[in-house]
């Protein structure tokens, strides 16, 4: 690790990274997050930095993930509290299913936790929302060079020895379930159907009742506002929501 002029960089190799300054003219970029607003004030920064080229905007997690297929950007923004599919579980399935793609968590959160779930998602960097423009042109110079970025605000939660993630003892109960449980948690904390949440994931109504009654015996919560409460809790939805 290395930290300059406050940020805590961690250096990669190039080949795993992919690509860089020096041998692209533009980097793409693929925006994601459930504001519309949001969205357009991050792609009018981007837009007037060099070598930079959004090549999409998506309001959740699963529209992240087919744009990224669809798109192929070297570097997804992502947001984390997002409907359907939030940023964490879809940064995750980025990094396994495109590890040249790189990912740039951005919140309004600055909480250990959320720091050290995208790091063990896989995140490249972690940008606090309330930080300025210049950051964001820092964090993307820092990842064409190889390097990780997390804003100062964040830092002092990622070290060498914590950088894959939490320790066993600060593990959660969110993560003795598997990835599709976690979406259908998600899903019912956001008050789909369960023949919605068939539909939303293309699965049968049974399996759906299926992985519900897995997820309840993993928890040890068995009824629907518990679940609720429990998905709150762990950051897949936010009370807004």
């Known amino acids: 690790m290395q930290t300059i ?67 192929k950007p070297d570097l997804v923004l992502m947001d984390i509290s997002m409907p359907g599919l939030n940023g964490l579980e879809a940064t995750a399935r980025i990094c396994r ?51 990780k970025y997390f804003s100062p605000l964040v830092s002092a939660h990622v070290s060498p020895n914590r950088a894959g993630g939490l320790s066993p003892a600060g593990r959660t109960s969110i993560d003795r379930l598997t990835p599709r449980q976690r979406e259908i948690l998600q899903l019912i904390a956001e008050r789909h159907s369960t023949k919605d949440i068939a539909g939303i994931l293309n699965i049968s109504i049974k399996t759906v009742e299926t992985h519900r009654a897995q997820l309840m015996d993993r928890l040890g919560i068995h009824d629907v506002p518990g679940l609720v409460r429990f998905a709150i809790r762990a950051g897949l939805v936010s009370l807004e929501e």
């Not at 063990?120 to 940008?127: E, H």
């Open 97 to 147: 299913e495109f590890p040249s793609v790189r990912v740039i968590i951005l919140s309004m959160s600055a909480n250990e936790e959320y720091v050290q779930e995208a790091i063990k998602a896989g995140a490249s960097g972690y940008l606090v929302k309330r930080g300025g423009a210049a950051e964001l042109e820092q964090a993307i110079t820092a990842l064409a060079h190889g390097e």
């Open 5 to 71: 002029c406050g940020q805590t960089r961690a250096r990669v190799t190039t080949p795993a990274f992919g690509w860089s300054y020096k041998d692209v003219k533009t980097i793409g970029i693929l925006v994601a997050d459930d504001h519309a607003l949001v969205r357009a004030g991050i792609c009018a920064l981007l837009e007037k930095l060099p070598q930079v080229n959004v090549v999409g905007e998506a309001k959740d997690g699963r529209e992240a993930l087919r744009l990224v297929r669809d798109r």
